[in-house]
């Protein structure tokens, strides 16, 4: 049970968090805070939370659980803010989707990572944001990854767990370097692809044309170049070790597949494809 | 109203203008043909033909509407065998994403492209395939393109189009030159960008973990790679020319995005996703 939640960044992730442990009857106060008055404001008129601060300062007062969901861009100036203020024994988590560069902010302005900060990533997620388009259900049956570090209190990670798991998700644990490498290969890499596509073809064609022709492959191919563009800049800069390492990978695939094109090697592209669709069915089927 | 619809290619695309054509009552017989007897019985059984023959040449006898739903790679034996077989006054249409081979092939196997074919393309699908994936609604409300050539058949080309009208489509003509660059930046880059994805990934890492990690966006991203990847194959081949220079288009502007990356430019990053979050946000507002 968590006597005071303080929710810090309430969009999506952390308003679906809110909702989903008001549900399960999970806490006793939500307090959230966030730069926008008007947005929180709409919060409690939604039920999300109870009240709300602007200065995180004020609103970790007291807090024996304190949730950071901001733009990685943003957690710097959120941690600063907050050091100090936390109440004793209370535990800091995170919704990060690159966990090196959180760690190494925690790091910066803490001067080591305390034992009382447990490092999460909920994998969940839509292209939507904003505290209107969160819901109880988003972690249900999702996987919520806590990358601890040494330093990291065992107490402090198995509360974080107790708390996923009574929003519904299934709470794995992983290094944070390898975190960073999965995450770059199956979210970071074709979130950047989904942008440069649509970015790629504006430039190239009339837009309004090319649209009115896309189908239904182009439509979900495409939902993630709707995602927030500001917390996608600052995952690419958060990450940017793993995630160049693999679009470099990913453009030499794509050229072999071009030259496959242009020499007509049918045989080629076969396996290619057979060998994706053989792998997505297998993993759909999960 | 048509008499007797032959559709060569009993599949998700000919199945489904069958069961729409059947349900609008716009035709009083369908026969079916393909190289598979086990399979055209499964489309007599579900209700979708009503008869069938495995020789295409059999199959057109007195039929005042022939449909060819064929894999691109199929396209010439399909002509070849049904050459001086057509009824007097039958009109020929076609499926096939790109449309400057089909002409092609016409233009081989008949010396000319004849008044009756129509050259055609239902802007749908889905990744499933197989008349078991058919469905009469599949082109409700959808764009059917036909690119008729100057030696196209006026009459002909109305009776495709009041066709697919009656299958519930938006008909729209085009040249096929154009409709060969727009599908390329719309339908066929996206398909081998999610085929070579996958590919790479599998072929990178650890694929159970990976998959195991993937979250909504990657499922929505890649579910084109679950695609038939003998269809995809030959519409490579066949539209290799557009394709080739949409790759290199893009690869040329993933590098870029890799250059930002690198470079740790935030403000690049920013600009190239707001510009896809904008232009697909207000392709889906449509």
């Keep these: 049970m968590i006597e005071r939640l303080c929710i810090i960044g309430v969009g999506l992730i952390g308003g679906s968090l809110a909702r989903a442990l008001r549900a399960a009857g999970f806490c006793h106060e939500i307090v959230g805070a966030g730069r926008s008055a008007e947005h929180l404001q709409k919060a409690v008129e939604l039920g999300v939370i109870d009240r709300y601060e602007t200065d995180p300062a ?15 861009g943003a957690m710097q100036s959120v941690f600063s803010a907050i050091k100090g203020r936390l109440a004793a024994g209370a535990v ?16 910066q302005v803490f001067g080591e990572v305390p034992g009382f900060f447990v490092p999460g990533h909920p994998i969940a997620g839509t292209e939507q944001s904003g505290v209107e388009a969160s819901f109880a259900g988003l972690y249900k049956n999702r996987r919520v990854i806590l990358t601890p570090v040494e330093s990291t209190d065992a107490q402090a990670a198995g509360r974080v767990r107790a708390m996923w ?11 944070p370097v390898h975190h960073d490498a999965v995450l770059a290969a199956t979210s970071h890499l074709p979130h950047l692809l989904a942008f440069t596509l649509v970015d790629s073809l504006v430039r190239l064609a009339d837009q309004q044309e ?8 182009f439509r979900d191919f495409t939902r993630i170049a709707s995602s927030d563009p500001v917390m996608w800049r600052d995952i690419c800069l958060a990450n940017h070790d793993a995630i160049e390492l693999l679009i470099e990978h990913f453009i030499s695939d794509l050229e072999s597949v071009n030259q496959a094109v242009q020499a007509r090697d049918g045989d080629r592209l076969l396996e290619i494809f057979t060998n994706a669709k053989r792998a997505r069915d297998g993993f759909i089927e999960k």
């Excluded at 024996?64 to 733009?71: E, H, I, S």
């Excluded at 798991?165 to 290094?175: N, P």
């Excluded at 090319?210 to 492959?217: I, K, V």
């Design 58 to 72: 004020l609103a970790v007062a007291g807090a024996d659980m304190v949730f950071v969901a901001v733009p990685l």
């Design 92 to 107: 800091l988590t995170d919704a990060g989707s690159a966990k090196g560069s959180v760690l190494e902010t925690v790091h």
């Design 165 to 175: 798991e009574a929003a519904g998700a299934e709470v794995v644990e992983m290094d």
């Design 210 to 217: 090319l649209f009115e022709y896309a189908a239904g492959g």
